[in-house]
DNA sequence: CTAAAGAAGTTGAAAGATTAACGAATATTA
DNA sequence: TAATATTCGTTAATCTTTCAACTTCTTTAG
């Protein structure tokens, strides 16, 4: 314990650490989402896109999408029907539980996705990975690992 | 050039620490928000009692807090205005420029963060923190140095 | 000193996100 | 198989964020 109340504070290094953490992830967001503005495009859209696009058919489930993307159900809905008026996605039935729905790129998606995906991994790379040297690289990476784990194990409703 | 179109894609080990850094850092944020909910307090709210915490007479100017928060005037304005109704905050105004004005910690917004920083330190430990050697946590800590001064010097508006 | 330009902050409307309630289909179980 | 519980996804209401316009005050230039 290290004071009256027994908080564990954070150490200097473990604070700095911290909130170099915390002001990387929200400046890179920010700059990906610039980066993809000149597109029509949001980090939330690319994400989609990028998942529908590693896909069987370049279709998923309503769910399972969510869940991959981290949003609710409620969310993702109205995130694919704004995706569906740019016509990148349109709703189609599915035939096995027909409570369910896939979402799936069009065409338009498809091409969107091709002509977008040069230009966002060069801003990935100019904003983060060419800025650290491979052995830094894969330090973060594994250093990352237990943290990923820990909270994929705590994040349903942890 | 890796292909015939001159895009220098990541590699696996490059897309694998890219992609764990965005899941760590979008599970951290979700976590550490549910952490904070039963005290009745965003990430937003609490990133805002913290800087208030931190400074002078616990008050900043509307443009500071804005700019230490990554926000856009308009939000923070809006922040404010519901943490103001919350009694965690007032505004004042600003002696020396009679345009400005400090949002300043109100004694519930201090007892506030009084009581709830114990518990969100060891929701940071135990999500992140804790998770890692201490020689691992500086590891990663050096890896984003880098990162975070590039994206600093080309943050606005870049 | 005055006119123009810039900075501080707010506002209202539009867009996006969250919450709770819901309808429809499937699974479970008694 | 009938009754119940779950899952899938949408909807409506509400809250938050963004965007553009605006007011007030300060600074700069002539």
Redesign the pocket.
């Known amino acids: 314990m290290d004071t009256e109340n027994g908080t564990r504070w954070l150490s200097d290094e473990e604070q700095a650490a911290w909130r170099a953490h915390l002001e990387v992830s929200r400046l890179l967001m920010h700059q990906l989402e610039r980066d993809l503005?000149p597109f029509g495009l949001?980090n939330?859209d690319y994400e989609i896109l990028v998942n529908l696009s590693e896909s069987e058919d370049h279709r998923m489930?309503?769910?399972?999408?969510?869940t991959a993307t981290l949003?609710?159900?409620?969310?993702?809905?109205?995130?694919?029907?704004?995706m569906e008026t740019a016509g990148l996605v349109r709703?189609v039935n599915?035939e096995?539980?027909?409570?369910?729905?896939?979402a799936v790129l069009t065409d338009h998606g498809w091409d969107t996705m091709r002509k977008v995906a040069p230009h966002h991994v060069a801003s990935v790379r100019e904003h983060f990975i060419d800025r650290l040297p491979p052995e830094d690289l894969k330090a973060l990476h594994q250093a990352l690992l237990p943290v990923a784990k820990h909270l994929r194990s705590t994040r349903g409703r942890g």
Request: hydrophobic share 20%; glycine share 4%.
């Open positions: 503005q949001t939330n489930r309503m769910s399972d999408l969510a949003q609710s159900k409620s969310r993702l809905s109205h995130q694919i029907t704004r709703r599915c096995s539980d027909r409570r369910g729905l896939y």
